[in-house]
């Protein structure tokens, strides 16, 4: 079935440094959501990619969609300690409610 | 504040029982989500339901049913609860595309 293979696993960086995540598929996907998990917390949404090559900014996170859109990432520039978390990305393939998650890159900044 | 409130945050059940959760959403949204989330296996859904006594299995529906009587409710029965059924629960709520709002999760232990 279809999968997305998210990675790394786990980064550990430095406050202030730039951090990146990345989500891969076999398959060409429909759209491409991401997510941040707080320690304790719940999945909270982050933002929706569904165009070939779209680039969408918020503060200093920076989502990406590929060309193919068989990928994705997320950038955090500068990160601060609250960026502390898992990040989750969920995809799916035309037609269907069938997201399926990455396995999340959490994520520990040290001060 | 829009919410989907999940009815407990902590269950202890043994072996064999049948046990309920459930979640409630006050936006008015279509669809409802359950997943499962485990260390390393990240999101796995469950079932989803696009309105009111509709249905679809997701990727791991085996061992569990699900209710949807009203649109702001939709229940995960566990019909005979297993060990293996041991994981943090997730019910999710959105108009579109994906699962979008969480609830805060119930942590259920199967004894």
């Known amino acids: 079935g279809q999968q997305v293979m998210q990675i790394p696993q786990y980064q550990h960086v430095q406050e202030g440094e730039d951090f990146t995540t990345y989500c891969n598929s076999s398959?060409?996907?429909?759209?491409i959501q991401w997510y941040k998990q707080r320690p304790g917390g719940h999945p909270v949404f982050l933002i929706q990619?569904?165009?070939?090559?779209e680039v969408k900014k918020q503060k200093r996170l920076t989502f990406q969609f590929g060309e193919a859109k068989k990928n994705s990432s997320l950038h955090i520039t500068a990160t601060q300690t609250t960026d502390v978390g898992t990040y989750f990305c969920?995809?799916?393939?035309?037609?269907?409610?069938?997201?399926?998650f990455g396995t999340g890159t959490r994520l520990k900044v040290l001060a | 504040d829009v919410k989907v409130t999940q009815s407990s945050r902590y269950l202890v059940k043994r072996t064999g029982e049948k046990v309920f959760l459930e979640c409630v959403q006050d936006?008015?949204?279509?669809?409802m989500f359950w997943y499962r989330q485990d260390p390393g296996l990240g999101l796995r859904l469950i079932y989803f339901?696009?309105?009111?006594?509709?249905?679809e299995k997701g990727d791991i529906p085996e061992g569990y049913s699900v209710s949807r009587e009203k649109k702001e409710r939709f229940s995960l029965i566990l019909e005979s609860a297993s060990t293996n059924q041991t994981s943090m629960y997730l019910c999710?709520?959105?108009f579109g595309s994906g699962p979008r709002i969480f609830g805060s999760g119930t942590q259920l232990s199967v004894l």
């Open positions: 339901s696009y309105d009111v006594k509709m249905k």
């Open positions: 969920a995809a799916t393939t035309s037609g269907t409610y069938k997201y399926i």
């Open positions: 999710a709520s959105s």
């Open positions: 990619l569904v165009k070939s090559g």
């Open positions: 398959t060409t996907l429909s759209n």
């Open positions: 936006m008015d949204h279509e669809n």
